[in-house]
């Protein structure tokens, strides 16, 4: 079965075919930071726009570098949710089209559960069961995963996302659009014990994680250090750090609290250098594998919607014919394919 995906929940057109037969067989991503950069941070509407303007030729593309005609697609994948309901509509009335003029099957793919499955588009991908930290702009979710479709949520962000975080940091520190990677690359030139900043949430029982203090706590250093030589940088390291450890104390708890001995880490936060140095000291000390996906699929991306959408689509899982988008959707209120 050969699946296009596509991808339009925010700020990123990604298109893909995958076979089930031989794997992901061509991908492409237009991002569009240059567009977003002059207001720090992405403007819905113009994100919309964007992807109608990219969206059809990167699928011609893709199918292009796939060696493919429409006519070889056996469905169509897109993302239904969660995200910019503007953006998402873009991508579905695309997809849905595509299906509808080939008489093939189109199924709404839930954009975090195709984050979670991912890694399993790796050469040594993990097997079920597995605890999952999904880490991204708009989501820090634990979760559970006893198969495809069968997700306990273990615990989750009660404000900012760590994604939101960085970003809201990194504007403190005066740093360009986008902020997160702009800011580990500042912090790889800062002290690591200059500034101590707290782990929220990780001197009490569960699961549930808190961001916004640390952004807080990062405006009053700044506001404190003014000019000083390095402080931005300093400010930066320890901010990570703090990020780092508390994801990992967490990761450290889901997995002695479900007994899994593997961990998948995924979503746009986890091609974090520092984070995955951190999180792969907690695993090795419990004996546990880490798995993450290649850099280029840690953003969002249509391989893993393609990948989404196959597996859901060859247990049997066959798209609604309602048409809709939705910017709010629960993962753990998914259901088993078939």
């Keep these: 079965m050969r699946v296009l995906g596509i991808?339009?929940?925010?700020?990123?057109?990604?298109?893909?075919?995958?076979d089930g037969d031989t794997g992901l067989l061509a991908h492409a991503v237009h991002s569009q930071v240059d567009l977003h950069a002059t207001y720090g941070g992405v403007v819905p509407e113009l994100a919309s726009r964007d992807h109608v303007r990219r969206v059809l030729p990167l699928t011609e593309?893709?199918?292009?570098?796939?060696?493919?005609?429409?006519?070889?697609?056996?469905?169509?994948?897109?993302t239904r949710g969660p995200g910019l309901v503007g953006a998402l509509l873009v991508g579905a009335s695309v997809a849905r089209s595509l299906a509808w003029a080939r008489g093939l099957p189109a199924l709404g793919v839930h954009h975090m559960e195709a984050h979670l499955l991912a890694p399993l588009l790796?050469?040594?991908?993990?097997?079920?069961?597995?605890?999952?930290?999904?880490?991204?702009?708009?989501?820090?979710?634990?979760?559970?995963?006893?198969?495809?479709?069968?997700?306990?949520?273990?615990?989750?962000?009660?404000?900012?996302?760590?994604g939101e975080a960085f970003d809201k940091t990194a504007k403190l520190l005066d740093l360009p659009y986008p902020g997160g990677p702009q800011l580990e690359r500042l912090a790889a030139e800062g002290a690591p014990d200059r500034y101590r900043?707290?782990?929220?949430?990780?001197?009490?029982?569960?699961?549930?994680?808190?961001?916004?203090?640390?952004?807080?706590?990062?405006?009053?250093?700044?506001?404190?250090?003014?000019?000083?030589?390095?402080?931005?940088?300093d400010i930066a390291r320890g901010f990570q750090d703090a990020v780092a450890d508390t994801l990992a104390i967490k990761c450290r708890r889901a997995l002695q609290?479900?007994?899994?001995?593997?961990?998948?880490?995924?979503?746009?936060?986890?091609?974090?250098?520092?984070?995955?140095?951190?999180?792969?000291?907690?695993?090795?000390e419990l004996g546990a594998t880490v798995h993450y996906p290649r850099p280029a699929l840690c953003t969002d991306n249509g391989a893993m919607i393609a990948y989404c959408g196959y597996r859901r689509?060859?247990?049997g899982e066959r798209g609604d014919i309602a048409f809709d988008v939705t910017a709010r959707w629960p993962l753990e209120t998914l259901r088993e394919p078939g």
């Design 61 to 78: 593309q893709v199918l292009a570098e796939a060696g493919l005609e429409r006519e070889a697609l056996d469905a169509v994948a897109y």
């Design 313 to 315: 689509l060859a247990a």
């Design 197 to 233: 900043f707290p782990r929220p949430m990780t001197d009490r029982p569960g699961l549930d994680f808190s961001f916004s203090g640390l952004k807080t706590f990062t405006r009053n250093l700044v506001r404190d250090a003014g000019d000083e030589p390095g402080a931005r940088a």
């Design 122 to 162: 790796e050469d040594d991908p993990p097997a079920f069961p597995f605890v999952a930290l999904l880490i991204s702009g708009g989501h820090t979710l634990l979760v559970q995963v006893a198969g495809v479709g069968r997700y306990r949520a273990l615990g989750e962000s009660v404000d900012d996302a760590v």
């Design 7 to 18: 991808e339009t929940s925010c700020d990123e057109t990604g298109v893909a075919v995958y």
């Design 257 to 284: 609290h479900t007994g899994a001995q593997r961990l998948v880490v995924a979503g746009g936060v986890s091609a974090n250098r520092a984070l995955r140095r951190r999180i792969d000291a907690v695993a090795a």
